[in-house]
Antibody
């Protein structure tokens, strides 16, 4: 079945970087954009950016420009989101999500990865 | 950037009720509007895309409508499983996506 499986929880210190992975299966990985969305504890959803797995082209939300890097490895059908210069307010659950044939809507989501930033 | 404003932030209703959640965009977003349902500790689930198209497997008691800057999600005959938080999301031609702040649907 179509699924996205993310890497496990992370604890990082302020100023460090974190890299979250998202393993896709059950569909043609390069055929669908992959997005990253985060959710701080008790808060709403925040779009971070997207990657075209076919070309590697990316678009980032303005507030993350310069701090986020999205990449992919088509040989292992995985997408990655790296966030640098972490702050305490980056503590959140990070989700990968696929856009299917759904007009820019996210039809498949990963299970989420909790990233905690604490000294 | 396009801002999305949902109302109400919290909605109390009973099983069997009909409820409507509104999402307003700061400028016209054409048809690039989707709705998601999220339950505590779970990833969001796509309910509706392109304003009114029901995602496969979503019950027909969910419906979406609207155009331009104002959109609504309606749930008829609320079921116990529907109590959750709902988010609208837009896509703009500048390759940017924005979520509404969410509407928590609670049992009255």
């Amino acid at each position: 079945q179509v699924q996205l499986v993310q890497s496990g929880a992370e604890v990082k210190k302020p100023g460090a970087s974190v890299k979250v992975s998202c393993k896709a299966s059950g569909y043609t990985f390069s055929g669908y954009y992959m997005h990253w969305v985060r959710q701080a504890p008790g808060q709403g959803l925040e779009w971070m950016g997207r990657i075209n797995p076919n070309t590697g082209d990316t678009n980032y939300a303005q507030r993350f420009q310069g701090r986020v890097t999205m990449t992919r490895d088509t040989s292992i059908t995985s997408a990655y989101m790296e966030l640098s210069r972490l702050r305490s307010d980056d503590t959140a659950v990070y989700y990968c999500a696929r856009v299917g044939t759904t007009f820019n809507a996210f039809d498949i989501w990963g299970q989420g990865t909790m990233v905690t930033v604490s000294s | 950037d396009i801002q999305m404003t949902q109302s109400p932030s919290t909605l109390s209703a009973s099983v069997g009720d009909r409820v409507t959640i509104t999402c307003r965009a700061s400028q016209s977003i054409s048809s690039w509007l989707a709705w998601y349902q999220q339950k505590p500790g779970k990833a969001p689930k796509l309910l509706i895309y392109k304003v009114s198209t029901l995602e496969s497997g979503v019950p027909s008691r969910f419906s979406g409508s609207g155009s331009g800057t104002e959109f609504t999600l309606t749930i008829t005959s609320l079921q116990p499983d529907d109590f959750a938080t709902y988010y609208c999301k837009q896509y703009s031609s500048y390759s940017q996506y924005t979520f509404g702040q969410g509407t928590k649907l609670e049992i009255k």
